[in-house]
């Protein structure tokens, strides 16, 4: 599999020369769950010595958070790449400009303390712990950040000397002016007009203003219009307690582009303000009898409820026995219980016993069957506003209606399957006192078969379930055959809710998938491992299919299964009407 990865680790700064150096990638080392960028998922990956291709250093940029969108976030280049037995070493040389200046005192400070390599390349399948290892791979880039993806790197020097050397003078940024050897301040300080000030004043206040008008956002509920849209979070952030994912703070910014002139700050400013405060309607008439135009509704899907709460699905969780590797067909063998006479006998002295026979059965070929689901979302939605919450949302519906087709597909597999009846027939119509009456003789049948023990579950159709909730006893009929509470002379209890029903020790489980009201009608007795069915889990697609009119929102996941041993199945069954 070809990847495109980061992995961080830890680095050291050497102030004196404007230096990083560190374990830009570690050998033998395990990372915590990092982001691949072809599928989107976090796993956990490991680099061998000899499996990672070193480029000219020259061609290795430094960036700051892997913001490779932005110039300025550019903030150096390798010197020195190096494969040693522990990892590949790096050393990189920052450039003097402000961003890079921060860079070395947030490192020189401890707040930047790892490397983030950014390595493309071809990875093995997963093992079983979930560890893809690396084939063949290079290293295509580097960024500073906080946290380390592999856990014990830790940082070995530290070197930011704000001084320019003499062979790289630079013309000051604040005033255009190549400065004398060693002055480091400059002497022409940027001013702001009263009219640069108030722009600025204005831009801030309008700002706080929309912030505060997004508290008072009301909710459109209705046919059609549920929104959607996905941003990534701002360069600031106004709430909470924590800074901003990309380090910046819009007082500090401020602050650094009124006060000191920063440029680079002034450009992140401008360009954030630009974004968040430019109208959208601007070329739209206002009047005060209709501001619907430039009101457009807003929509805080934090506040929406989605559908019912996944349903429990008792067939899928007795029977499932893993996960989906591939989407290949497989070969699953079964013993033939009827062919196979192995076992033990009387023995006659001086005589082997007689060899007897175990029997394996043809098998079956297993090819998993795929499930999918999309939701389209138009440009309006997007357009109109939303919140990433929506993704949430939407993603949580998903995962519901897989675990329903889940056990669909499982109850399918077992109703199709020719299955041997517990007892005796139940006559149509029959009331739930003659149904559990019935039922109860076959379970006790069960304990004389040899292996009638391992017959653990038992899932009952909508049908027979009601039946038996509603069954009576006694001339007058006045007690419930199963009791919810403290029962007496009773030979089984129903649970709160009636969430199962005790048949003399074995517990009836409500398995909806069985089939609706007079369908199919059988409820089932089994082994847990007479079944065996599979998933590969969701796999979420987005953006598919991206049109002017909008885009889709998608997951796709496989299902496989096989009645493994249908002696290990009985079924019950009961037509309620007569």
């Known amino acids: ?78 010197t020195e790449l190096s494969a040693q037995p522990d990892g590949v070493h790096a050393a990189f040389k920052v450039a003097r400009t402000p961003e890079g200046d921060r860079v070395l005192a947030l490192a020189d400070d401890g707040v930047l303390k ?8 071809d990875f093995a399948e997963p093992d079983r712990d979930g560890v893809q290892r690396a084939k063949a791979t290079t290293v295509t880039g580097a960024a500073v950040v906080p946290r380390p993806a592999f856990v014990g790197a830790q940082i070995t020097s530290v070197a930011a000397s704000a001084a320019p050397e003499k062979e790289n003078s630079m013309k000051c940024e604040k005033c255009g ?82 006060l000191r002139g920063d440029t680079v700050a002034l450009a992140r400013l401008t360009k954030f303000t630009a974004e968040r405060l430019s109208p959208r309607f601007a070329d739209q008439p206002t009047t005060s009898a209709d501001v619907a135009a430039v009101n457009p509704a807003a929509y805080r899907p934090d506040m929406f409820l989605g559908q019912a709460p996944t349903p429990v699905s008792p067939l899928y969780d007795c029977f499932h026995i893993g996960g989906l590797p591939n ?18 006998a009387d023995h006659t002295e001086d005589v082997n016993p007689e060899a007897r026979d175990l029997v394996t059965a043809v098998g079956a070929t297993v090819t998993p069957a795929p499930v999918s689901g999309r939701v389209h979302i138009t440009r309006e939605v997007a357009d109109q506003g939303g919140n990433p919450v929506v993704s949430a949302l939407i993603w949580n519906e998903f995962e519901r209606s897989f675990k329903i087709a889940l056990e669909t597909k499982t109850a399918a597999l077992i109703n199709a399957a020719s299955i041997t009846e517990l007892g005796g027939t139940i006559a149509a119509g029959a009331d739930g006192t003659v149904a559990g009456a019935a039922v109860e003789q076959g379970l006790v049948g069960l304990q004389f078969l040899d292996d009638g023990y391992r017959f653990e579950r038992v899932f009952g159709h909508v049908d027979l379930y009601k039946a038996l909730a509603a069954a009576t006893k006694g001339d007058d009929n006045a007690d419930k055959m199963y009791p919810i509470l403290a029962p007496t002379n009773a030979t089984g209890q129903s649970a ?22 007079g369908v199919n009608q059988k409820s089932i007795v089994a082994d847990p491992g007479a079944v065996h069915v599979w998933n590969s889990g969701l796999t979420r697609l987005d953006k598919l299919s991206e049109t002017v009119a909008g885009w889709d929102m998608g997951v796709f996941a496989y299902w496989a299964g096989i009645v493994y041993d249908v002696t290990g199945l009985r079924k019950i069954t009961y037509d309620a009407t007569a």
């Open 1 to 78: 599999m070809r990847r495109t990865l980061t992995f961080e680790v830890a680095f050291a700064a050497d102030a004196e020369t404007r230096t990083l150096r560190g374990v830009l990638l570690p050998f033998g080392a395990v990372s915590r769950p990092t982001l691949d960028a072809k599928t989107g998922r976090p796993g956990r990956f490991s680099f061998a010595e000899g499996t990672v291709t070193l480029p000219d250093p020259a061609d290795v940029i430094l960036n700051y958070g892997h913001d490779n969108s932005s110039l300025y976030m550019q903030v150096g280049v390798a």
């Open 114 to 121: 790892a490397f983030s390599a950014e390595v493309e390349g």
């Open 177 to 258: 002016v190549t400065h004398a050897e060693g002055v480091t301040e400059c002497a022409q300080p940027v001013t702001f007009s009263a009219t640069d000030v108030a722009a600025l004043t204005a831009q801030v206040q309008a700002m706080a203003e929309r912030i505060a008008d997004m508290e008072k956002i009301k909710i459109p509920v209705g046919p059609g219009t549920a929104q959607f849209t996905v941003t990534e979070e701002p360069i600031y952030r106004f709430g909470g307690t924590t800074p901003a994912p990309s380090g910046f703070d819009f007082a500090t910014d401020l602050a650094a582009a009124g």
């Open 327 to 344: 989407i290949s067909q497989f070969f699953w063998a079964k013993l033939d219980r009827d062919a196979t006479d192995v076992g033990v």
């Open 496 to 517: 709160s809710k009636w969430s199962r029903i005790n048949i003399g020790g074995f517990d009836m489980i409500p398995a909806a998938r069985l089939g609706a009201t």
